[in-house]
């Protein structure tokens, strides 16, 4: 191999080609027969760089935490072109008329993707009668044609009330998500257009609808919440004429999802999204805010399931790379990962004491019991940190590079003034060379979580000008402990070169990738301050996976 970090770094439990190149997740759905997550993705599997022809890669997993690679799905019919992103859809109902009985009517998928060529983008759509292996052309592609060369990423979805396919498409350069409706995935009408909101980068890509439940903030048993709408004065804003009126209870709401490159606030790739209602026709976004999905440099591309196992769980992933570097990345044989899939609800919270707002909040979905047999876990509680005495903590040496850990500590704002760097840090560090770690921790006076993985002997690390290594945070407390002071979460998962944070239960996420060298698996935890009696750790267990 080329580089040493070629097969060591390759996670575990996030999907990963088994060679070549990956990008965007694609016609992600669920198939309730077989019990299986179906996943597609942009994909060149002759070498690991984005190429032509691009076709759609496929992996199937049955729990969202091991996935199966079975190779090319779609592909498009010349050579200098690209079956580019998409998505899929279950037309249990046949208004296709592309499926007869012998198909089951929980495995009748229909995909919609855009094939690019050399100057034009149109839409076509596919379709499966072996549960989603293999697809057929419908012959009398392409489906959709506005004569345009940026017009890409149709992501489908079923509109109960009016009995409709709706699709948003980006009209990629002229900042527009194209709205179109159609009855039975073929004859689709322009319904309207969402155009130049949120942070507008360089172009719109891979936009998505998808209703989303609203649910009492650290309850995640999916019962509706009992949210009145509008019930605080941040929602009292008339500049979108709202269809709610004051008392109605808010039990889901749309969400419209869109990634936007280059041009990201971080540099390169963002995810963004907003919350409003969708009326079969119109997106009508509650407030103007532009907001993110992730706040870390590796999340793109994000898009939902079709179908759950509930039917009603919004669950979705997302390419955890960023155009900036991803195909410079330091792995040869096979390029790039999805994020851990994640469920989606929307809860209030408070970004600061005067305002409740809607909030997209994410949690991931894996089976982590499955991960915990025979692995070790250590935990400590109720330890406040002093300047000179580092905590330290070890994981078992025959370390797979895979862990979780939750974290959650207490700040003392009265022990240190406006001019300290009033910081703790957890120190993650290689088992083979301590020289390489990454750096998490928080600070109080910018009230921001932060990281650091730029310590590393991999020259990628150092050299990519893009590869930014320090990325923080803000962060509102979780809640007030008995003792008056501010708590606060995060739940971490590290698959050998991805790292997951969670805040505070989801109300917050940032991913990012990271690379030590070859089989330097994270084995050992330091625990520092600059501020003595100024954290608390209340709660930190780590907890090594394996498969
Ligand atoms: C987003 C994207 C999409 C396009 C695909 C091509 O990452 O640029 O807009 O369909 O990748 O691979």
Redesign the pocket.
Known sequence: LEDGTDHSNRPLIHLTPDKGWM??PNGLWYDAKDELWHAYY?YYPEVAH?GRP?AWGHSVSSDLTIWNDTGVAIRPHRNDS?A???SMVIDYNNTSGFFNGSVDPRQRVIAMW?F?SPGSETQHISYSVDGGYTFIDYEQNPVLDINESNF??PKVTWHEETSKWIVTI?H?QKFEILIYSSPDMKDWTLESSFSHSGFLAF?Y??PGLVKVPVVKASNNDYVPANLTYPNSTTYNSSYFNTTFSQGDELEEAWVMFL?V?PGGPLGG?VNEYFIGDFNGTHFTPFTPQTRFVDFGKDF??FQTFFNTPNGKDVIGLA?ASN?QYCEAVPTRSWRSSMSIARNFTIQEYAPNPESVELNLNSMPVYDRESLIANQSRITTHNRTLEKNSAIHLNLSNNGTGVFDFNLTWSLNSSVYTNSDVAEFSLYLIGSDNSEEYLRIGYEGNSGAFFLDRGHSDVDFVSRNPFFTDKLSTYLEPYETLENGLNSYKVYGIVDRNLIELFFNDGSEAMTNLFFFSDGNYINEVDIRTSIDHCYNIEELSIQQLGI
Request: with cysteine; net charge negative; proline share 0%.
């Open positions: 990008n965007d942009q984005w691009l690209g580019y992103s998409g855009t690019d890409r990423d980006a990629s172009q890509e891979c990634s490159n790739s793109y591309a390419w155009w």
